[in-house]
């Protein structure tokens, strides 16, 4: 017999979710019977709709982004694969007893699908603790480029208490060093939880209350300039109850210029109230580790593809920490290259939250083991790169190796990605400023994404 409370039922649904969202959520559970039954218990209250709506969101996204389909690609074998300036070649055959900064001699392709899995991946998540002043418990849809900001710092905070040669292995610390190691890695996961807790000060609960002073709310979506600031704030914060954070300092360039007496005076702790040598190539024990963050567009609707070679260079120093930005709507990642393409960690993929506060909580989440590329002719022309320098004498090696990096090898381009001048930012002045337009011309809308997926390849790492 006809059922007609389930039939208006299933109308209400498919006119909420679509016919796609329904079908797919039916699949998932594997009977439609079952499903329908449990789906009819769930939306007797408000919470259980909420929860079947946010399980719908998640794998309409996760579709939406690619994530059902494994789409296989190879590397190729003539040329080296770069990672946050590590070089990684099949054919690479070096003495295993050597290292240099072209990476893990004689890992050859495997050392680069190890390097890659160890970065922290940071993605959508959902039913997290509600989102100060709103109704939002997952930020699956708006919260990308949050998260690429949170990736991006993960990686300096890596660099800073662990090494860029650190390695993660899934598997139980066997040494007093790897248990060391695990120990941090996890205090590093703990500090980007889904949760309103002071004891995780660079979660997206924080983010999202620092950028309400902006007018920004839960649910608006951030622009690359806009995460800098608001990483830089959190790391300000985080010093004043941390001391795990008062030998780091985040700076963000203004205007892509990175003034250099502002980099001393913000690192150089003891030298703070008088003044310093900027040509001074000793390093001090007051000295604090700096996260370099340079907000630049590189074109008006496309990027420049001037630009291109630059932004890959600049991908091979191993004091870059990566690069926020991403198509057009779309936040990624980027970590490093092969050829013409962008090799990438893409936050577009909605997991269940995590305890991080339990005792060995689980880390595969955490970790991608699905390398993604994309053509660097599809990169949005706005985004912000990242560095990191330990010391006073990194951060003038950085300088003097980076410049031959940001002025485009071509004749009609002249203008470098960004400059380092002399003195102090608010000494400098400027008649007609000129500020870098943070993502309100390509990045305003999420609802719109029409971008062909099947351009997001991926490397296979079984």
Same mark, same amino acid.
């Given at each position: $017999? %006809?059922?007609?409370?389930? %039939?208006? +039922? +299933?109308? !209400? $649904?498919? @006119? @909420?979710? /679509?016919?796609? /969202? #329904?079908? &797919?959520? @039916? @699949?998932?559970? /594997?009977?439609?019977?079952?499903?329908? &039954?449990? #789906?009819?218990?769930?939306?007797? !209250? /408000?919470?259980g709709e909420g929860k079947v709506k946010t399980k719908l969101l998640s794998m309409w996204n996760n579709m939406k982004y690619g994530w059902t389909v494994k789409l296989k690609t190879n590397f190729s074998k003539d040329s080296p694969v770069w990672l946050l300036g590590r070089c990684y070649h099949r054919k690479m055959i070096v003495d295993p007893s050597s290292e240099s900064d072209l990476g893990i001699e004689g890992e050859g392709i495997e050392g680069f699908k190890t390097d890659f899995i160890s970065r922290v991946w940071l993605t959508y998540r959902r039913e997290f603790p509600i989102l100060n002043g709103s109704n939002f418990t997952t930020d699956c849809g708006w919260g990308c480029m949050l998260r690429s900001g949170q990736m991006l710092l993960a990686q300096g905070l890596v660099c800073h208490m662990l090494g860029r040669g650190w390695k993660w292995y899934d598997q139980r610390p066997t040494s007093a060093r790897l248990y060391n190691e695990d120990v941090c890695h996890r205090k590093i996961i703990r500090w980007f939880g889904d949760n309103p807790s002071w004891n995780s000060p660079f979660s997206i609960h924080m983010l999202v209350t620092l950028g309400e002073a902006t007018g920004k709310k839960a649910g608006d979506w951030y622009g690359p300039g806009s995460v800098s600031h608001l990483l830089r704030q959190a790391v300000e914060l985080a010093a004043r109850d941390n001391k795990e954070f008062e030998h780091l300092c985040v700076y963000v360039a203004q205007d892509c210029a990175v003034y250099i007496q502002d980099i001393v005076d913000l690192c150089d702790v003891s030298q703070s109230k008088q003044h310093v040598s900027t040509h001074s190539l000793h390093s001090t024990p007051s000295w604090r580790a700096l996260i370099l963050l340079v907000p630049v567009r590189l074109g008006a609707e496309k990027m420049n593809s001037a630009y291109g070679p630059c932004l890959t260079a600049l991908l091979t120093l191993e004091n870059c920490i990566g690069i926020i930005g991403g198509r057009p709507k779309h936040s990624l990642y980027f970590v490093g290259f092969q050829d013409d393409k962008l090799i990438h960690l893409d936050p577009h993929y909605c997991q269940e939250v995590v305890d991080v506060w339990q005792p060995n909580f689980p880390l595969t989440s955490f970790h991608c083991r699905s390398p993604r590329k994309m053509n660097l002719s599809r990169l949005d022309p706005s985004c912000c790169i990242g560095f990191y320098c330990r010391t006073r004498d990194d951060f003038y090696k950085f300088m003097k190796n980076v410049q031959p990096f940001l002025v485009p090898c071509h004749e009609k381009v002249a203008y470098p990605m960004f400059v380092f001048c002399e003195g102090r930012s608010r000494d400098v002045m400027r008649i007609n400023k000129f500020s870098i337009s943070d993502d309100t011309v390509r990045f305003s809308d999420m609802n719109g994404d029409t971008d062909d997926e099947l351009e997001c390849e991926e490397f296979e790492i079984l």
């Open positions: $017999m %006809f059922n007609y409370p389930w %039939f208006v +039922q +299933q109308k !209400s $649904m498919v @006119r @909420r979710y /679509g016919w796609y /969202g #329904l079908v &797919r959520a @039916r @699949r998932e559970t /594997g009977d439609n019977t079952t499903y329908s &039954r449990e #789906l009819e218990e769930e939306n007797d !209250s /408000g919470e």
